[in-house]
T-cell receptor
Framework: KAGVTQTPRYLIKTRGQQVTLSCSPI?????VSWYQQTPGQGLQFLFE???????NKGNFPGRFSGRQFSNSRSEMNVSTLELGDSALYLC?????????????FGPGTRLTVT | AQTVTQSQPEMSVQEAETVTLSCTYD???????LFWYKQPPSRQMILVIR??????QNATENRFSVNFQKAAKSFSLKISDSQLGDTAMYFC??????????????FGTGTRLTIIP
């Protein structure tokens, strides 16, 4: 079974631009979460989608948004990029069964804002 | 809100030795999951081991085992017979259990583990 895939793997953008990152979960997983990883703030939760609905949102400004499609693939968008948005963005897909839970991560997208 | 604390920013150990990474957490929840993730230099986050809070038995996965002390809110990871491939950043993570829409991990700051040949 294929793992979580994220595209692109690397991205360089300029301040003020916007960017869209994509995540394809493991087949059969309906929940997709996004995290931002930076040296200063560590790993922070952005948001989580299940069946095309955002169920949970972290403490990030409205410039960060996301969506999920009917095939469970998810995208996150960052508008009006700032230098501080430079980070590794990790996507994770989740499998939930009775009394059992696991969350698997993709390889991440490294975003550099100049 | 939950917090996860990893008090050892860096550790190193000789190959084949045993090492224990510490993690404490703070929560008012009774039902939750705890995880250890490994992030090697490739940056891929890999699930190492998982523990359900309602289970008293400590989880084990091959050379990896945990010491889960619920009352003390402690969740340490023991790596036996350490290998060079264990060199990575290790993150302890917490997640609430049971309520719809709670698939949110709260991470500690990580412990950088180096295995010395």
């Amino acid at each position: 079974k294929a793992g979580v895939t994220q595209t692109p793997r690397y991205l360089i953008k300029t301040r003020g631009q916007q960017v869209t990152l994509s995540c394809s979960p493991i087949s059969g997983h309906r929940s997709v979460s996004w995290y931002q990883q930076t040296p200063g703030q560590g790993l922070q939760f952005l948001f989580e989608y299940f069946s095309e609905t955002q169920r949970n949102k972290g403490n990030f400004p409205g410039r960060f948004s996301g969506r999920q499609f009917s095939n469970s693939r998810s995208e996150m968008n960052v508008s009006t990029l700032e230098l501080g948005d430079s980070a590794l963005y990790l996507c994770a897909s989740s499998l939930v069964r009775a009394g059992y839970y696991e969350q698997y991560f993709g390889p991440g997208t490294r975003l550099t804002v100049t | 809100a939950q917090t996860v604390t990893q008090s050892q920013p860096e550790m190193s150990v000789q190959e084949a030795e045993t090492v224990t990474l510490s993690c404490t957490y703070d929560t008012s929840e009774n039902n939750y999951y705890l995880f250890w993730y490994k992030q090697p230099p490739s940056r891929q986050m890999i699930l190492v081991i998982r523990q359900e809070a309602y289970k008293q038995q400590n989880a084990t996965e091959n050379r990896f085992s945990v010491n889960f002390q619920k009352a003390a809110k402690s969740f340490s990871l023991k790596i036996s017979d350490s290998q060079l491939g264990d060199t990575a950043m290790y993150f302890c993570a917490f997640m609430k259990h049971g309520s719809f829409g709670n698939e949110k991990l709260t991470f500690g700051t990580g412990t950088r583990l180096t295995i010395i040949p």
